[in-house]
């Protein structure tokens, strides 16, 4: 299925977890012989043959043991499906130099969107969900708290010496026969990035401008899956893009709050946030991001919502929501970092299954099931999967197969990956060090190019 990889704890005695948040990124502490940051972050690695469509839990605890040493301030949802090849931040914490033995996490409130792809009727508590359907429910929690003990424990933590802890949540492991969840987790700690005080890399964060600290060059974003606010940091490296759309100036000036802005950002060693880029999105409007899921007419479309800033009146993460184009709906692409020339995304000819989209409703979502919204805007997003490497083409580009089952109703039973200098490879040096047969999770822009679905990769990592 998923694992989610949580960017847990940066050890400056401080705690970062990345997907949610503990304490702010912004975080200059007086000098404490005593304490150290430690930062926490957050992935998913995705199950296989289980098509989970999204899977929501809440973080409740983090606590390191001997001392009972919290490393979340607050109870923070997460959405993991997502995580497969991004980290989420959680926070970072100021803990007590000594030796801890392990960590237990608590967790509560699970929700999973699924497609039924079992071939027949599966049973969720009281209710049915037909072979084909998506369904939705709130599996019960075999175990509230998953204990770790292992790697990278016993843990030696030094004053004034930052860590990062990085968690993996694994949905598969964790789902049970009977589709309640026993969590299932690993830890590992995380090193600075080769050439950089950066411990790990956050992308494609979308949130609203809380405020702006011209004076200390940070920004505050608000997001609704982590920490409710994050103090982000920029420089004079940071670039600033689209803001000149609305006549401001491409940098910390042209921000303000209640803007929508999506932001790279970097966890560094001392636990703070630094953006290395901030673009602009919209202005005191709403988005919803969703990975579509079905091609219902010409002027429809549904989809699985992944992510909205800020909250959408009547939307849950995990809805199926029903776009209604209206006529002149405009189409375009997230093309930042990405080589998409010669790639099309036009119209709902275009659309496909398993795509990423970001849209804003023209008014609030209509009651019912499907919740339908009408937009006459859609861009299309970064999508992400996991798969089996079937071929390799050439020095840059090969197929997948065994894809998630949300393809194969669709026809679609493999996929072309295109790569280049601007993709990330993870576990990997590039596309000639994979064999056919590992398994990649990939993140990067989906198309339907010439009958065949093909992905731009923004990053590839290998399992």
């Not at 049973?123 to 509230?144: E, K, L, Q």
Request: charged share 10%; net charge negative; glycine share 10%.
């Amino acid at each position: 299925m998923q694992v989610a990889r949580v960017l847990l704890v940066c050890f400056c005695l401080s705690t970062l977890v990345a997907c949610g948040g503990g304490s702010s990124g912004g975080i200059n502490p007086p000098p404490n012989p005593g304490v150290a940051p430690v930062s926490l972050s957050l992935r998913d690695m995705p199950p296989m043959g289980v098509t989970v469509l999204s899977f929501q839990v809440t973080v409740t605890g983090a606590v390191m043991q001997p001392g009972s040493v919290s490393l979340v301030n607050s109870p923070m949802t997460l959405e993991m499906t997502q995580l497969q090849t991004m980290a989420t931040y959680l926070g970072t914490i100021f803990v007590p130099a000594g030796n801890y033995t392990g960590m237990t996490i608590t967790l509560a409130n699970p929700r999973m969107t699924f497609l039924n792809d079992s071939g027949g009727m599966m049973m969720m508590g009281s209710a049915n969900c037909a072979n084909g359907s998506i369904c939705v429910f709130s599996p019960t929690m075999a175990s509230t708290s998953a204990t770790i003990s292992g790697s990278p424990f016993p843990l030696n933590v030094q004053a004034n010496t930052p860590l990062s802890m990085q968690m993996d949540f694994d949905v598969m492991n964790s789902m049970q026969p009977n589709l309640s969840v026993n969590p299932s987790m690993t830890s590992m700690m995380q090193q600075p990035m080769q050439g950089s005080s950066a411990f790990d890399a956050m992308d494609d964060i979308v949130g609203q401008v809380g405020g702006v600290n011209a004076s200390n060059n940070q920004f505050t974003l608000q997001v609704l899956q982590g920490p409710p606010s994050m103090t982000i940091g920029v420089d004079s490296n940071t670039m600033f893009e689209d803001f000149n759309t609305i006549g401001n100036a491409n940098s910390l000036s042209g921000m303000a709050a209640g803007q929508i802005v999506e932001v790279n950002m970097q966890l560094m060693s001392g636990g703070t946030l630094h953006a290395t880029k901030v673009r602009f999105e919209n202005n005191n409007a709403q988005e919803l991001d969703g990975m579509i899921v079905a091609i219902n007419s010409p002027t429809q479309a549904d989809m699985i919502v992944t992510g909205m800033a800020p909250a959408v009146q009547g939307v849950n993460i995990g809805d199926v929501v029903r776009m209604n184009l209206q006529a002149g709906t405009s189409f375009d692409i997230d093309d930042h970092d990405m080589p998409v020339s010669g790639m099309s995304f036009a119209g709902v000819s275009d659309m496909m299954v398993g795509q990423v989209v970001q849209t804003e409703p023209m008014s609030v979502p209509s009651a019912g099931t499907p919740a339908q919204v009408n937009v006459n805007h859609v861009r299309l997003m970064k999508a992400w999967f996991t798969a089996t490497v079937a071929s390799k083409i050439d020095a840059s580009t090969f197929t997948v197969n065994n894809l998630p089952g949300l393809f194969a109703p669709a026809g679609i039973n493999s996929a072309k990956i295109m790569t280049s200098s601007g993709t990330e490879f993870t576990n990997i040096s590039g596309v000639a060090a994979l064999n056919v047969g590992d398994t990649v999770s990939l993140r990067g822009a989906m198309f339907m190019a010439s009958g065949n679905a093909t992905m731009i990769a923004s990053k590839v990592q290998r399992r």
